[in-house]
């Protein structure tokens, strides 16, 4: 018997590392994410092989089913985080993989696993899928983090997303505005660790509950606007309110000073993608200093 998962890849527009706090944050799907297939065998093991967008494969292992101990692979330390999810799968469901007698899964990303749009979040989800897990549960429990890339792994609009006493709160809500083709997402080609970036937010010392409402104010003033000058002056809003906590200039004042519309930090500051307001020099712009993966916005957002 064959399954297939599918879970969507994210992209926070607001809340950043306040979202960690409670914050309410803006988050969009993305059109690209990420496939999980399982099929039954009688290998006695399960028998794991990850393909990129291109369709290489990128990863590889042979991991005992009962032992859940990695017999053979091609990088040691994904199998070992790999091993780590399904073993908290198996703690929530202690049915999952008790009874098969070999087992072989295929994924395969939609994206470049540099562009950080959840390859970890949509495996989490894809798991959490198959196992008949809670995947908020599964990503706390083993790597941490606010939770918003696994609500839009499984949703298919832009949601608002808040950690209210401990739990997530999802909401569908309409942001298509009209100036949305003067929106783009820059990939800065810098990978960033999301665990040493939060890890650098929380040594920093600032007023918490300022922040939160701060960036939730903001991010509820961002969803219904209809006005491009509007959204510009709500993006540098958050990008010098978050600059200023986390003592970390701007990536506009950094790599982008003669850039004349906004640009926002999405994700773990300094790396994966920017948000860019512009016009139709935005894309030659940008290409011209040497950054290539220039997307519109209605090509991402799901």
Not at 214 to 228: G, Y
Not at 260 to 272: E, P, Q, V, Y
Request: contains cysteine; hydrophobic residues 40%.
């Amino acid at each position: 018997m064959q399954k297939e998962f599918y879970s969507n890849g994210k992209l926070l527009l607001s809340g950043e590392y306040a979202i960690l706090d409670g914050a309410l944050g803006l988050a969009i799907p993305t059109k690209l994410g990420q496939s999980l297939r399982v099929a039954d065998s009688d290998s006695g093991i399960l028998q794991w092989t990850s393909f990129d967008e291109q369709g290489e494969i990128w990863f590889q292992a042979e991991i005992e089913l009962k032992s859940f101990g990695v017999k053979t692979t091609s990088d040691r330390k994904t199998a070992q985080t790999l091993v780590e999810l399904l073993l908290e799968a198996r703690q929530q469901n202690p049915d999952f993989l008790s009874k098969n007698s070999g087992v072989e899964v295929k994924t395969c990303l939609g994206f470049p696993r540099s562009w950080g749009l959840g390859t970890s979040s949509t495996l989490i989800n894809n798991i959490a899928q198959w196992a008949n897990v809670n995947a908020y549960q599964l990503l706390w429990n083993a790597f941490g983090g606010s939770g918003y890339d696994i609500a839009c792994a499984q949703h298919n609009s832009p949601i608002t997303y808040q950690i209210q006493n401990g739990h997530p709160k999802v909401k569908e809500v309409v942001f298509d505005p009209p100036f949305k083709e003067s929106l783009y997402f820059v990939h800065l080609n810098q990978k960033q660790s999301s665990k040493e970036a939060i890890a650098a937010y929380r040594k920093q010392e600032f007023d918490k509950k300022g922040l939160i409402h701060d960036i939730s104010s903001l991010t509820e003033k961002m969803i219904p606007t209809a006005s491009l000058d509007e959204f510009q002056s709500l993006m540098e809003l958050l990008e010098t309110t978050l600059s200023n906590v986390l003592q970390i200039p701007t990536v506009k004042s950094q790599l982008f000073p003669d850039y004349t519309g906004a640009i926002k930090s999405l994700g773990a500051w300094g790396g994966d993608f920017v948000l860019a307001a512009g016009n139709e020099q935005t894309l030659d712009y940008f290409n011209n200093k040497g950054y290539q993966t220039v997307i519109p916005f209605s090509q991402m957002a799901l």
